[in-house]
């Protein structure tokens, strides 16, 4: 079993930044990807940005205020948000794919992670 968990989420005015983690733990022999996704009420979960052995992948609106950053030997992927603004008010979820330590795939999703911007 993988367990994956953010922290990092709150209420920042526009303009403002927030960093978002997340750490993976359990039965894991290796991770394919690492990413971040949101969803806000009444809208699909989208990605926000990923991390894979084929390299970064960011959502369209990102336009170059989010970074993403992981560490392979912590299992954690971080999420550098600057500029935000209303329009990112959303849940944040971190999701991890992989191999199991039984040689299974696997792909775990976090709780979630509220981040709210007011204008």
């Known amino acids: 079993q993988v367990q994956v968990v953010e922290s990092g989420g709150g209420l920042v005015q526009a303009g403002g930044s927030l960093r978002l983690s997340c750490a993976a733990a359990?039965?894991?022999?290796?991770?394919?990807?690492m990413g971040w996704y949101r969803q806000a009420p009444g809208k699909q979960r989208e990605l926000v940005a990923l991390?894979?052995?084929?390299?970064?992948k960011y959502g369209d609106f990102v336009k170059g205020r989010f970074t993403i950053s992981r560490d392979n030997a912590k299992k954690t992927v971080d999420l550098q948000m600057n500029s935000l603004e209303p329009e990112d008010t959303a849940a944040y979820y971190c999701?991890?794919?992989?191999?199991?330590?039984?040689?299974?795939?696997?792909?775990?999703w976090g709780q979630g992670t509220q981040v709210t911007v007011s204008s």
């Open positions: 991390v894979a052995s084929g390299g970064t």
């Open positions: 359990g039965n894991i022999f290796s991770i394919n990807a």
């Open positions: 999701n991890v794919a992989g191999i199991s330590t039984g040689i299974r795939g696997f792909n775990s």
